[in-house]
């Protein structure tokens, strides 16, 4: 019987196309929708794969035709490109707006760009979440790498080569320019050397290194090799430098901008009008091959905090936060998704300092060559791939973050272009300790720190998500146990509270009881107690399985490195 649906669909197909040739769109656009309507049923009860992949194929085109199609009916413009079974899904142009030329493309440009763009701005993280380093037990060593890469060239610039240090600092840009015939006198340098001096200590691994490759670049910009590049320079003409080094400032130079100096000229113009008598500027230049981390891949087993740690490097980061799944990048429209990551990574220049955080990256960028790789899927990975390269364009301020539980199924290309990639393992012994805490809170509990150790014993080989639903399930035995509960007894402050028959006070009651008493709001559960935790165990499994933990730690041999 299910046949008939899709001979009705065929039927309707080929009304909608004999329609559409003939530029009665209004009457087409029905047509297609009935099509849709019975090859969706139709799907439902085919059995054969190949049928139904190439029903779906069909589907997807004629799809494609009836959204344009009512495009162009929404706008009441002229129809749309003709029909075929071979069409490519192409995102319909706007009709111009009266005024507008035709001609140009620019205005059109602009808008779509303007519309990808909005589209990528619900992933910019406004708020910060309300996840900081503590939150995230163990991972010293990733939460250090972090550091490097997020934290240390946002706040410590100074640390990386092609920073400029002003003095005095109310003048914030000075332009490099080659100037020629400006008499030398109209700005004085007298010989001086910036001495600054800094320490951090006591800093975990893994907040170090985040901190190296964020905050330290901007606060200690002492840590990084520096050279002066104008000294001896006197209004009275005295002795001056033949060449002035490699430049940026703030990335507004050239790397490679060489001025010859003489004493007839100058080559340093600030873009704000020097007064009679200028204070006194001293121009330091970084030297050296330091450059902060530019992509980062974090890998593990499900749940084990890989996400969570992003969270936490958009607390601790001065920037941008960009959180970016599949379904951000991914378009039904012909050369869009390639779009959307450029514009996507030019949002994160503009912003930039700024970090592009790629949840489940492998959904992106699994191995070229696959059977099930798309023309689509293997357009997108191209431009990632060319974005992260970052060739053309100033991207020492975007930090790339990703995360995965398939390592093996990252493209190779893909994969070399993060320097570091960082194992998430299941947690330890003391960060599961930290991570019952974490996850009970304020909760009422008397546990001892003996029985949080004990805790984390029992669960050898749980991850911080197991470990999660874990303390949500104990979180209910309190209420549990009220509901239960056949006595209560009430508390000093006048709430009444689940007991045993042999309690002080206790009272022969149900909550039910009190509750139609009108004492609802006066009833409270008792303090979580071990025995809770011990009652939920029992029941609890943990969801890495050892054949999982033995592809991760091949991967970190490989590849990789432990955090």
Known sequence: MYSNFKEQAIEYVKQAVHEDNQGNYSNAFPLYMNALEYFKTHLKYEKNPKIKEAITQKF?????????????LDDGGAGPASNGDAAVATRPKSKPKDGEGGGGGGDGEDAEQSKLRSGLNSAIIREKPNVNWNDV???????????????????????????????????????LKAMIGMPLGSLRIPPIELLLKAMI???????????????LPMKFPQFFYWKSLLTNVFSNGGSSPTEVESVMIHGLVKPSFFVILRPSQMALVSIIPIPPSPEIFILNAMIGKRRPWRAFLLYGPPGTGKSYLAKAVATEADSTFFSISSS??????????????????????????????????????????????????????????????????????VLVLAATNTPYALDQAIRRRFDKRIYIP??????????????????????????????????????????????????????????????????????????????????????????????????????????????????????????????????????????
């Open 60 to 72: 997807t085109e004629y799809l494609r035709r009836a959204e344009e199609i009512r495009a162009v």
């Open 137 to 175: 037990a163990g991972l010293e060593s990733a939460k250090q790498a972090l550091q490097e890469a997020v934290i240390l060239p946002v706040k410590f610039p100074q640390f990386f080569t092609g920073s400029m240090t002003l003095i005095p600092s109310s003048l914030d840009v000075l332009l």
């Open 201 to 215: 200590a006591g800093l975990e691994s893994a907040k170090q290194a985040l901190q190296e490759a964020v905050i």
């Open 328 to 397: 951000d990048l991914v378009s039904k429209w012909m050369g869009e998704s390639e779009k959307l990551v450029s514009n996507l990574f030019q949002m994160a220049r503009e912003s930039a300092p700024s970090i592009i955080f790629i949840d489940e990256i492998d959904s992106l960028c699994g191995q070229r060559g696959e059977g099930n790789e798309s023309e689509a899927s293997r357009r997108i990975k191209t431009e990632l791939l060319v974005q992260m390269q970052g060739v053309g364009n100033n991207d020492q301020k």
């Open 426 to 563: 299941l947690p330890d012994l003391k960060a599961r300790q930290h991570i019952f805490k974490v996850h009970l809170g304020d909760t009422p509990h008397n546990l001892t720190e003996s029985d949080f150790e004990n805790l984390a014993r029992k669960t050898e080989g749980f991850s911080g998500s197991d470990i999660s639903v874990t303390v949500k399930d104990v979180l209910f035995e309190p209420v549990r146990k009220t509901q239960d509960a056949m006595f209560f007894f009430k508390s000093t402050d006048d709430m009444w509270v689940p007991c045993g028959p042999k309690q002080r006070g206790a009272v022969q009651v149900s909550m039910q009881e009190l509750a139609e008493q009108g004492l609802a709001a006066k009833i409270l559960p008792p303090p979580i107690t071990k025995s809770d935790f011990d009652k939920v165990l029992v029941k609890q499994k943990p969801t890495v399985s050892k054949s999982d933990l033995n592809v991760h730690e091949r991967f970190t041999k490989e590849f990789g490195e432990e955090g």
